[in-house]
């Protein structure tokens, strides 16, 4: 099993829609959960964390977390064709000795205008 | 306040040959990491370096390593490259207020291709 799973994609949603983006994870101990987005060509920038169950707003994005089904998701509300691209979706693993982030392999988000 | 600055951008180099790369992480971070992106593996991560100190190292071979500065800079080193290594390499920086928090930000990343 992997540490962290994204479907694939393409997603595709048309503009003004919602998009939801779903991450699973295996490690029950971890604690930080991550969504990057990712333009093609460009590096990954930091979007949403998040740290407890429940959900998380930040303008047009909501984090959502499960820890008891392992489970992250993030909203996108309103999408715009700006918001095609790539979302990574990272997992916080270690401890006081060291940590490092665990990645999914990403979903590819193609808004439609 | 700056990014985090990755030198170079991009990188050609022959099998065999050895490179270095260059991370500078945002002001006041003491938390660097590295990772590797393929289009076949995704991101993986490679090492963390806190306070001059390696303190995580992912699954690669040897070959991969790296060292931090007093700075907080950090350099990555790949000996005898392989056509496997051609990658993006990207280095990551954090604040580490909490070790159970790691929020990174990443630089832009060297392209490295090896022919």
């Known amino acids: 099993q992997k540490e962290v799973e994204q479907n694939s994609g393409p997603l595709s949603v048309p503009e003004g829609a919602i998009a939801s983006l779903n991450c699973t994870y295996s490690?029950?101990?971890?604690?930080?959960f991550f969504w990057y987005r990712q333009y093609s060509g460009k590096s990954p920038e930091l979007i949403m964390f998040?740290?407890?169950?429940g959900d998380k707003e930040d303008g047009r994005f909501t984090a959502q977390l499960n820890k008891a089904s392992q489970y992250v998701s993030l909203l996108i509300r309103d999408s715009q064709p700006s918001d095609s691209a790539t979302y990574l979706c990272?997992?916080?693993?270690?401890?006081?000795?060291?940590?490092?982030?665990?990645f999914g392999k990403g979903t590819t988000l193609s808004v439609s205008s | 306040k700056a990014g985090v600055t990755q030198t170079p951008r991009y990188l050609i180099k022959t099998r065999g040959q050895q490179v270095t790369l260059s991370c500078s992480p945002i002001?006041?971070?003491?938390?660097v990491s590295w990772y590797q992106q393929t289009p076949g593996q995704g991101l993986q991560f490679l090492f963390e370096?806190?306070?001059?100190?390696?303190?995580n190292k992912g699954n690669f071979p040897g070959r991969f390593s790296g060292r931090q500065f007093s700075n907080s800079r950090s350099e990555m080193n790949v000996s005898t490259l392989e056509l496997g290594d051609s990658a993006l390499y990207l280095c990551?920086?954090?604040?580490?207020?909490?070790?159970?928090?790691?929020?990174?930000?990443f630089g832009a990343g060297t392209r490295l291709s090896v022919l």
């Open positions: 990272a997992v916080s693993k270690g401890n006081q000795a060291g940590t490092a982030l665990i």
């Open positions: 490690d029950r101990g971890s604690q930080s």
């Open positions: 998040i740290y407890s169950n």
């Open positions: 002001s006041g971070h003491r938390s």
């Open positions: 990551a920086s954090s604040p580490q207020a909490s070790w159970a928090k790691n929020i990174q930000y």
């Open positions: 370096y806190f306070s001059e100190t390696q303190r």
